[in-house]
């Protein structure tokens, strides 16, 4: 069992749907991180949060620590916003340097 | 506004040459990390540097060498490839070990 769990694998939506991606995490984290790549693209990171709720544009992340789950939210969703969506959770520091444990991706199409 | 850039991009390679990925990063940031990336998995820790002269191994640090000799250059060595190092290459930086995560655009490596 990976120590960071996606859900779901592939989500197909049409444009203008709320969109939801889940992440669980069996790991202790200081922090957990979304970050968004496109196809053949590059890495971007999204958001990082330790508590609470982040929003940026028509994203949006919440945390919930003691349930050990995350969840990253898309509103108004865009053809534009189909890509892979990575969470990866800050667990232990080794050696000077904290571990990023990464979830498998969801990828995400969006339809007009 | 560069961030973290990669070269090459792309590269085939024949089984048994060797190449080196360059990672730069103008952001003055100590950490630098290599993963790679293939299907199905998420990305995975290569090697690591806390700092310029530092160097450490992750989780998959067989067949590949490292080196930091100045702080804003992380470079990945691979001394004789082999097919299993087909991937996706990716460089990070961060500049502490609890901040976000700046990746690079990608080196698709393909060893024949």
């Given at each position: 069992k990976n120590e960071v769990e996606q859900s779901p694998q592939n989500l197909t939506a049409q444009e203008g749907e709320f969109i939801t991606i889940n992440c669980s995490y069996s790991v202790g984290i200081s922090a957990l991180h979304w970050l968004q790549q496109h196809p053949g693209g590059g890495i971007v990171s999204l958001f990082m949060l330790s508590s609470g709720k982040k929003k940026h544009g028509r994203l949006i992340a919440t945390i919930n620590i003691q349930e050990k789950h995350s969840s990253l939210h898309i509103t108004a969703?865009?053809?534009?916003?189909s890509a892979v969506y990575i969470c990866a959770g800050g667990g232990k520091t080794i050696q000077g340097a904290q571990k990023l444990v990464f979830g498998q991706g969801t990828r995400l199409t969006i339809n007009p | 506004n560069a961030g973290v850039t990669q070269t090459p991009k792309f590269r085939v390679l024949k089984t048994g040459q060797s190449m080196t990925l360059l990672c730069a990063q103008?952001?003055?940031?100590?950490y630098m990390y290599w993963y790679r990336q293939d299907p199905g998995m998420g990305l995975r820790l290569i090697h690591y540097s806390v700092g310029e002269g530092t160097t450490a191994k992750g989780e998959v640090p067989d067949g590949y060498n490292v080196s930091r000799l100045k702080k804003q250059n992380f470079l990945l060595g691979l001394e004789s490839a082999a097919p299993s190092q087909t991937s996706v290459y990716f460089c990070a930086s961060r500049d502490t070990a609890y901040t976000e995560a700046f990746f690079g655009q990608g080196t698709r490596l393909t060893v024949v």
């Open positions: 969703s865009h053809p534009r916003d | 103008d952001m003055n940031h100590e």
